[in-house]
């Protein structure tokens, strides 16, 4: 098994995920699954093969350096949950 | 002496001058009311896609050129993932690794010694959005208000290799990359505004001894000062620990200015705990060699040469030539003066002294001078040419500073001009002595510092507008014939 109780309890609180004890084991059966079909891939033979950053065959997609409208304070805000003196409140951090 | 070597490894934050964020367009104007600066790029919502800003990757290459380093021919974006509010997305994007520029390095002098200071990396990256805690500190605050005009600023971070061995190493390390990044115009680098922002990561471990010791990375410096007195700080820190046979603890620490301390902000998270993974939603960069040459070609001349060329062309001292160097903002004014004026020395000795005083006392900036170097050239000829004396020159140039007036214009308006015509000062000195007898007869009876009190009085006569060559050879003439 590559991925342990250990494993999914550090991963969850990375990810400030609340998981009860069905959701871990749950999630030590689904992960070690993947993972397990994602070993598939090292039976191919890449020697020599350059590793992908990315899918599509693109590079240098920029644009220029010109200032565009920011979006209204007001629409930006709308989605707060709690909007302070124009500002996104959040709950204490540490 | 200590018997520990100290290890100093700096991880260096600029903000870079352009006019818009790193992958939208929103500006990155300074100071604007809270969230105006905002768009739903640079707020991650779903469904957007970040673009690279053209002009951050020629500034990072800029960089990277100028402090020596290696420009990758392929690089990439990567997401730090990190839970904190000062980022939307929860995670930031970075450059993990596939940096833009890797292998440079800085060459200080400390206590007169040349040190080649290790560039590890440079990388480009989005800035966060800034947070008000409310109340006194983030640990007892009931919670925190976000603004994000900052996020999607463009940064570079520069990360050196772990080669400073003291506060003053690093001070010169940190002065001599803020005047490169200056000279080559990406940044205005100034840590008071935060445009440059240093953490710095320092352990000891026992003389002798190969591998390096725990480190603690040090947060919130927010000037040169600060910088130097953290280290010192932490330093003592680290070494109470290990000489009470204890461990230091990996871990982020905060700088307290006022109380002068570092405190424990965090332990240190693995690199592991940001699982870093490229950047789906930005096709790598592939840089044309042709463009990167144009750029090195186009580089202008760095702080260093500089130097050398003042102390070899204009004969400065080595000490005059550092000090004109330093900043972009004083060899910009060194060469604007030396434009349309001569003599080298006395350039650098009025910008190291009157004009550098006045800015440090009323805390004026290079971008805020009023006097240009071509008046200040036309105050210093009137000098050379005995117009007006050398207090005099001051008073103008006190009112030149203030007012951004022509010294010209300045001389005539308060007819400030030297008096070296022999007959008016005549004058003036037969009323010195007939008013002042007793110090004619001290000088007669053999007290030769009466004659320095007499010259006052002839100079306080002409408001200091009287030749004091011509008053001293007259003053002479007329008390050896009395």
Excluded at chain 2, 16 to 34: N, R, V
């Amino acid at each position: 098994m590559m991925i342990d109780r250990a494993v999914v309890e550090k991963v969850a609180q990375l990810s400030r995920l609340a998981l009860d004890e069905k959701e871990i084991e749950l999630y030590i059966k689904q992960l070690n699954d993947i993972l397990s079909t994602m070993e598939i891939l090292k039976s191919i033979d890449t020697e020599g093969i350059a590793p992908l950053a990315h899918v599509l065959p693109l590079k240098n997609v920029m644009r220029a350096d010109e200032v565009q409208p920011s979006m209204a304070k007001k629409e930006i805000l709308a989605n707060a949950p709690d909007e302070i003196e124009g500002m996104f409140g959040v709950p204490k951090i540490v | 002496m200590s018997d520990y070597e100290v290890i100093i490894g700096l991880e260096v934050h600029v903000e870079l001058k352009t006019a818009t964020k790193i992958f939208c367009g929103c500006t990155t104007a300074f100071g604007g009311e809270p969230n105006t600066h905002v768009c739903p790029v640079c707020l991650g919502l779903p469904g957007t896609l970040p673009i690279l800003n053209q002009k951050v990757l020629e500034y990072a290459v800029k960089a990277g050129l100028a402090l020596n380093c290696q420009i990758a021919e392929y690089s990439k974006f990567d997401r730090k993932n990190y839970f904190y509010p000062d980022l939307t997305k929860a995670y930031q994007i970075s450059q993990y690794d596939l940096p833009i520029a890797e292998h440079g390095y800085i060459d200080i002098i400390v206590g007169g010694k040349e040190k080649r200071i290790g560039i590890t990396r440079i990388h480009m990256e989005e800035d966060a959005g800034k947070l008000v805690h409310q109340g006194s500190t983030i640990t007892t605050a009931s919670g925190s208000l976000a603004d994000y005009n900052r996020a999607g600023i463009p940064l570079i971070e520069i990360v050196s290799e772990p080669d400073m061995r003291s506060a003053e190493e690093v001070k010169a390390y940190l002065e001599m990359l803020k005047a490169i990044i200056e000279y080559i115009g990406v940044s205005d680098a100034r840590m008071e505004q935060g445009s440059l922002r240093c953490d710095v990561n320092l352990s000891l471990r026992p003389f002798g001894q190969a591998v390096f010791g725990t480190r603690a990375e040090i947060k919130n410096l927010n000037s040169f000062r600060s910088v130097e007195r953290a280290i010192k700080y932490e330093i003592a820190r680290q070494e109470d620990i290990l000489n009470d046979g204890g461990q230091v603890v990996q871990e982020t620490r905060t700088w307290d200015e006022t109380k002068g301390q570092t405190f424990s902000l965090r332990s240190k998270e693995d690199s592991d705990d940001y699982r870093y993974f490229p950047e789906p939603d930005l096709p790598p960069i592939i840089v044309d060699k042709a463009w990167v040459e144009q750029l090195r070609q186009d580089l202008p001349e760095l702080p260093s040469a500089k130097k050398m060329r003042l102390i070899t062309e204009d004969h400065l001292p080595e000490y005059d030539a550092s000090i004109i160097t330093a900043s972009k903002g004083t060899a910009d004014f060194y060469d604007g003066l030396r434009k349309h004026y001569d003599d080298a020395k006395k350039a650098a000795n009025w910008i190291m002294g009157e004009l550098m005083a006045k800015m440090n006392s009323q805390n004026v900036d290079w971008s805020e001078l009023k006097i240009i170097p071509e008046n200040m050239a036309q105050l210093l000829s009137e000098l050379d040419k005995g117009a007006i004396s050398g207090k005099i020159a001051k008073e103008v140039f006190a009112e030149m500073f203030d007012t951004g007036k022509k010294a010209a214009e300045i001389i005539k308006e308060k007819g400030l001009v030297q008096i070296s015509d022999t007959n008016a000062i005549s004058t003036v000195i037969d009323d010195v002595l007939a008013n002042n007898p007793k110090s004619v007869e001290d000088f007669k009876g053999g007290k030769k510092q009466a004659m320095g009190f007499l010259v006052g009085q002839v100079m306080k006569a002409t408001k200091g507008q009287a030749n004091p060559a011509v008053v001293n050879q007259l003053l002479n003439e007329k008390l050896s014939m009395l």
